[in-house]
């Protein structure tokens, strides 16, 4: 009776600390289906203590969901708990019981878009470490209870092998009992582990009434059965009970439920970006409740960032996602965050976001990546990512060729390999010594951006103003020949900026789209060709630009070069100014506007304001140039 009536103020105190935690009540739910069958038998109390503290509890539930943030489905979980009192009113079978529980759980996790599961999947090794350091002392080596400090608490600890109880336990009920603790008793909660090592923890001890060659029985029914449509995914061995598992599958299917807990990678899907995504939604949520909105924030932007733009592709391919109707959504849980809305509020679009986002994980994680699909989508990404790079390359080095400055080109290309080379080595910095959140890669590609559009708007305004000029050769001589130092090394330098914001980005989308095509060696054969035809037509266009910029006459040659270098500068301007909105350091201020995503114009104030100011200034030099020339 200690235990539980402990266990409901646990849950009382946590609801209202919270604002009603729909974990705290998944996590008690568990814990009601679990002891009830051992305080009602046939019909008759056992444990007259026990049974009223029940009666209470599940008194209380009804209000609870309803006091939880309002949802279509909540009505009906209202009604099902309340036939949940009065089932245990009634002092029905505990099956009964335990059935109701299961299905109450499972209608909040689905309602509210309750995480149920690891990001990734657990390390046996890290759970077994973890237990002997900090369980074995009261529930023992082999989890039977009977640890060296058992017999000094009250109640006793928990026996593992209870062949009343772990049959009615998952990994997720475990887990939250690590995570919550039990108040006033040995059981505290383990705050101090992360996330990951307490589902190691979790699904060690889920394992331990299992015998290794009952565990490997497991494995060869695995190999042998079809258990792959029962067991898909990390969220279905999470959640599973032994005993939900043998009313379908029988023994042999506990035995594989064992096996797979204690090799997760088998089915596991956590590392995806959307995984991540996921996981940092989940945490932002966390700190928005305990009030910390900074962190929150920080870890909405991380969502988009580190998880869901590195999907857009691999969505992209699923029938009937709108993509971009996605990502305006995820900007707007992050508005709410800035402006401290209201925490019913921000709960509702996380639960409707998150529930989406776990929706479309499984989809991908089930969905076989075509290989039209793969090569159309690896062609995509080079050929967008690489455009602006290839035209400003070719138009440099075609500008000085024709102008007589061949010796500039061991600089441009200094600077554009030494891009390349640099763009790959951060990428591997970034996945093997230290971390580069997507915050601090959007941070990158916002300073390249916008110094690139600085510097082609500088060059542009040159070309303007001489375009006209019959000295202007002898002019840029001079320049190339009084500073012929730092004109060479400000080549490099754009080349290198041109090229470089492009690199870092590019590397990451085509790890997510070779990550969905892991399957198949087919697909990653169409993958690599997408590239590479990618690669050809870049390099047909650079070369197409270059010889057409050879052959026309001077005059419209610097008229060409002109226009190209303000487009490429209003297109970087924009999209500079939307990479620091994507990292957060701008807002996010939406207009109805067309989006187009070539010419870097996104339906926002701050990037029209700054691509406007650009075609201002554009403007007004070159009536100025007008105006000179016809004076002259």
């Not at 990158?444 to 305004?461: D, H, K, P, R, W």
Request: proline share 4%; charged share 15%.
């Amino acid at each position: 009776m200690k235990r539980l009536a402990a266990l409901a103020l646990l849950f009382i105190a946590s609801t209202v600390q919270a604002g009603g935690s729909v974990e705290s009540l998944i996590h008690t739910l568990g814990y009601i289906g679990v002891d009830y069958p051992a305080t009602v038998s046939q019909g008759e109390v056992v444990d007259a203590a026990e049974y009223a503290e029940q009666q209470e509890f599940a008194g209380r539930m009804p209000a609870l969901i309803r006091a939880l943030p309002p949802r279509e489905e909540q009505a009906a979980l209202v009604d099902l708990a309340q036939t949940l009192v009065e089932a245990v009113e009634g002092k029905v079978p505990g099956e009964e019981v335990a059935t109701l529980t299961a299905r109450l759980q499972q209608g909040l996790i689905h309602t509210w878009g309750v995480r149920v599961s690891p990001r990734r999947a657990p390390d046996p090794l890290l759970g077994a470490t973890l237990y002997q350091e900090q369980c074995t002392a009261c529930h023992g080596a082999e989890g039977y209870g009977d640890g060296p400090l058992a017999s000094s608490l009250e109640p006793a600890p928990t026996n593992f092998h209870d062949p009343s109880r772990y049959p009615l336990r998952s990994a997720w009920d475990l887990f939250n009992t690590i995570t919550f603790g039990v108040n006033d008793t040995a059981m505290v909660a383990f705050s101090d582990l992360s996330e990951e090592e307490r589902w190691a923890l979790a699904y060690y001890v889920a394992n331990l009434p299992f015998s290794n060659d009952r565990i490997e029985a497991g494995e060869s029914a695995w190999l042998e059965g079809s258990y792959g449509e029962y067991f898909e995914g990390l969220a279905s061995i999470s959640q599973a009970t032994p005993a939900q598992v043998e009313r379908q599958l029988g023994a042999p299917g506990v035995a594989v439920l064992a096996w797979l807990r204690s090799h997760p990678e088998t089915i596991a899907r956590g590392g995806s970006p959307l995984a991540t995504a996921l996981r940092q939604l989940d945490e932002s949520l966390q700190h928005y409740r305990q009030g910390d909105r900074e962190a929150a924030y920080r870890l909405a932007v991380s969502a988009y960032l580190d998880g869901f733009e590195l999907a857009e592709e691999s969505l992209a391919t699923l029938e009937g996602v709108d993509v971009r109707a996605l990502e305006r959504r995820m900007m707007a849980y992050r508005a709410l965050l800035r402006s401290n809305a209201p925490l019913q509020q921000v709960e509702s679009v996380h639960g409707a976001l998150a529930t989406e986002l776990a929706g479309l994980e499984d989809r991908l994680a089930s969905t076989t990546l075509s290989g039209s699909v793969a090569f159309l989508g690896s062609l995509a990404i080079l050929l967008r990512e690489g455009m602006e790079a290839i035209l400003l390359l070719a138009a440099i080095i075609a500008f000085v060729i024709k102008t007589g400055h061949r010796e500039t080109l061991p600089w441009i290309h200094l600077g554009w390999a030494s891009a390349l080379l640099l763009g790959v080595a951060t990428w591997l910095v970034a996945e093997n010594l230290i971390a580069i959140s997507g915050a601090g890669r959007e941070l990158t590609e916002a300073v390249t951006a916008l110094v690139a559009s600085a510097m082609l708007l500088y060059v542009g305004i040159w070309l303007h103003s001489h375009r006209h000029s019959r000295r202007w050769q002898q002019f840029l001589t001079e320049k190339l020949k009084s500073h012929g130092g730092r004109a060479a090394w400000g080549l490099a330098a754009l080349s290198f900026v041109a090229v470089y914001r492009e690199v870092f980005e590019t590397v990451l989308f085509y790890q997510a789209l070779w990550t969905q095509g892991s399957s198949n060696a087919d697909t990653r054969g169409l993958i690599l060709a997408g590239m590479g035809t990618a690669a050809t037509i870049l390099l047909a266009v650079g070369i197409g630009i270059f010889r057409l910029s050879l052959r026309i006459p001077l005059k419209a040659f610097f008229g060409f070069n002109t226009v190209l270098m303000y487009g490429l500068a209003f297109v970087l301007a924009g999209k500079g100014i939307a990479a620091l909105q994507e990292a957060g350091y701008l807002p996010i201020d939406a207009v109805r506007f067309p989006r187009i995503d070539l010419l870097g114009i996104y339906p926002n104030l701050q990037v029209l304001l700054a691509q406007a100011a650009i075609l201002v200034m554009v403007g007004v030099l070159s009536w100025r140039n007008r105006q000179s020339q016809n004076l002259a």
